[in-house]
C-alpha cells in the first residue's frame, strides 16, 4: 500500500496581499492531489493547517470543498494550530464539517481522555469520535491515529499517545502498519524554526508506530527512523522562498517501507543581493543596480525555466523576488527611494511581485553625527556630508585614544594623515614619520619618556614599537576613511 503524505497545505494563505499568491496555494494542493493516481496511493495523510486560519473565508471553503471533491481515495487529516485553537478545540471547525460532509476523515485523538483514541469509519466518519481509522485494501491494514496541535503540552503527551496507541492495537489487534498523523517540530532536526520537540522524547512513540507523518515546520527533513516532515506545498515567505529542495510531499510504501521525497510544484523565489556601499548620489546607486538587475536575469529565468515551477501548460511564472539591499548607506534615508528600485526590478526581471529587505547599516553613522544639525550631516542633494562625517569619525577615534589629551590636535593630524594618504599618495614609512614629528610636537614629555628626545628624522624607537604603532595608526586612518 502506498501513503501520500502532505502538511501545511494553507489555503487562503494571501501573501503580500496578492490574489495570485492565494491561488497559487490552491493550485500547489490540487497538483498535489492529483498526482494520486500517478502514485497509485491508497490514502492521502494530512497532519495540520489544510487551512491557513480559523476564519475561513466563503471563497477558500467554496475551493477546498471543490478540490477536495474529486479526490477518490481517503483524505485522512489531524488539525494544526492554524485549523483551531486549543481553547475550543471542541467546537464545530471547518476540518469538523469537511469530515462530516464526508470530503475527510477527521482525526483528533486526545491524549488526556481514556481511551485516548476512539474508531472512526471510513464509510460514516461521523460515528466515533475520530481517533484513529483503519484503511484496508487487498487483505493489508493499515491503522491511521491522529494527534491535534498541543503546543507547548506535547511533551507531556508524548507517553499518553505511546500508551494510547498500543492500547488500541492491543484491543483490536496489530494492524500490518500503524501510522501517526501529528502536528509539531523537531527541534534537533530543524534549529530556530521554532520546533518545539526533541528528538530524544520521541522514542515512545517510534516504538510502536511505523511511519509519524509531520506537519507545522514548512521545510522538509527526517528524524530518527520514522519521522518525515515534507514541508509546505507551496513557499509562503520569503525564508521558504530559499529552500529550493524542501518543499514536496511523500509517498510511504508499507511494503518495504520507505519514504520517497517529491518537489511539489510551486512559483519561483528568486533573493539577489545590492551592496549600496560608496554610492553618494541615488542616480549613480540606481544606475548600478539596473546594470546589477540585468546581470541577474539568466539567473532568475533559469529558475523560472524549471518543470516544478512552470504552470499546468508548460508556461513561465513570474517569479517572487526577494532584493537584500546590504552595505552601509551614505545616502539620507529620505533619498534611499527603495520604492524605485523595487518597480526597477519588477519590470527588469519580469516578476510577479519584488519585496525588498533593507538591511544596510546606518547606525554607526547616525550614533557619530550624534547632535549635528541635519542639515550640516547632510547635503542638500540627501547624501552625507563625508566632511563632517570624516571630522567625527578622527574626533572620536582621538578621543579614546591614549592621546585623548589633545583630543582636537590628533584629530586634525588624522585629518591631515588621510590627505597625505588619499591625495598625496604617500606611503606607510612616510606617514609614520609625519606621526613621530607630531608626536614629539604635542607630546613632548611622552617623546622623551620613550628615548626620543632629538629632532631627528628617525621615528625607530624602542626597537620599533613606536614606529609600529604610528603605521597601525596610519592604517586606522584608511580604514576610517573607508567605512565613509
Not at 528524524?223 to 511523500?250: C, F, K, M
Request: include cysteine.
Amino acid at each position: 500500500m502506498r501513503l501520500a503524505h502532505a502538511a501545511d497545505i494553507h489555503l487562503g494563505h494571501r501573501q503580500y496581499d496578492n490574489p495570485q499568491r492565494e491561488t497559487d496555494v490552491k493550485l500547489a494542493f490540487e497538483h498535489f492531489l492529483g498526482t494520486v493516481g500517478e502514485h497509485d496511493v491508497t490514502a492521502i495523510l494530512l497532519p495540520g493547517d489544510l487551512f491557513d486560519s480559523r476564519d475561513v473565508s466563503p471563497k477558500t471553503l467554496n475551493e477546498a470543498e471543490s478540490v477536495l471533491a474529486d479526490v477518490d481515495v481517503p483524505v485522512v487529516v489531524s488539525p494544526g494550530n492554524h485549523d483551531q485553537s486549543m481553547g475550543t478545540r471542541r467546537e464545530l471547525t471547518w476540518l469538523q464539517y469537511l469530515n462530516d460532509n464526508g470530503l475527510i476523515t477527521l482525526l483528533s485523538g486526545n491524549p488526556s481522555d481514556d481511551p485516548a483514541f476512539v474508531r472512526t469509519d471510513l464509510a460514516d466518519p461521523r460515528q466515533g469520535g475520530g481517533g484513529f481509522v483503519d484503511i484496508e485494501d487487498g487483505g493489508e491494514t493499515v491503522r491511521c491515529f491522529g494527534v491535534p496541535y498541543r503546543g507547548a503540552y506535547i511533551e507531556r503527551d508524548i507517553e499518553p499517545i505511546a500508551d494510547g496507541i498500543r492500547a488500541v492495537n492491543e484491543r483490536e489487534g496489530a494492524p500490518d502498519t500503524t501510522v501517526l498523523l501529528a502536528h509539531f517540530g523537531v527541534d534537533d532536526a530543524v534549529p530556530d524554526l521554532g520546533a518545539t520537540v526533541k528528538r530524544a522524547w520521541l522514542t515512545p512513540i517510534e516504538d510502536c508506530v511505523d511511519y509519524l507523518a509531520l506537519g507545522h515546520i514548512h521545510k522538509r527533513y527526517e528524524t530518527g527512523t520514522v519521522g518525515r516532515n515534507p514541508g509546505s506545498l507551496e513557499a509562503l515567505d520569503i525564508q521558504e522562498g530559499r529552500w529550493d529542495e524542501s518543499h514536496g510531499y511523500y509517498v510511504f510504501d508499507t511494503e518495504d517501507g520507505t519514504a520517497n521525497h517529491h518537489l511539489s510544484h510551486r512559483r519561483p523565489y528568486h533573493t539577489m543581493s545590492f551592496d549600496v556601499s560608496g554610492y553618494r548620489t541615488f542616480e549613480d546607486l540606481r544606475g548600478e543596480f539596473a546594470a546589477a538587475l540585468e546581470d541577474e536575469r539568466p539567473s532568475v529565468e533559469r529558475s523560472c525555466e524549471r518543470k516544478i515551477h512552470r504552470d499546468g501548460g508548460g508556461n513561465r511564472r513570474e517569479p517572487v523576488v526577494n532584493v537584500r539591499f546590504v552595505g552601509t548607506l551614505l545616502l539620507d534615508h529620505g533619498s534611499f527611494d527603495v520604492e524605485a528600485l523595487r518597480e526597477l526590478a519588477a519590470e527588469c526581471l519580469d516578476a510577479l511581485h519584488v519585496q525588498p529587505t533593507n538591511n544596510t547599516e546606518r547606525k554607526a553613522i547616525a550614533e557619530l553625527l550624534g547632535d549635528i544639525e541635519r542639515d550640516e550631516a547632510f547635503d542638500a542633494d540627501g547624501t552625507v556630508n563625508t566632511d563632517v562625517l570624516q571630522e567625527r569619525v578622527f574626533t572620536t577615534i582621538a578621543g579614546e585614544s591614549r592621546y585623548s589629551a589633545e583630543t582636537e590636535a590628533v584629530a586634525r593630524t588624522l585629518d591631515e594623515l588621510e590627505g597625505l594618504v588619499t591625495d598625496d599618495g604617500q606611503g606607510a614609512s612616510e606617514v609614520a614619520a609625519y606621526l613621530g614629528e607630531r608626536r614629539r610636537e604635542l607630546f613632548p614629555e611622552g617623546a622623551a619618556e620613550s628615548g626620543d628626545e632629538s629632532a631627528s628624522d628617525d621615528v625607530e624607537t624602542n626597537d620599533g614599537t613606536e614606529a609600529a604603532n604610528e603605521e597601525r595608526t596610519s592604517q586606522q586612518t584608511l580604514d576610517a576613511r573607508g567605512s565613509e
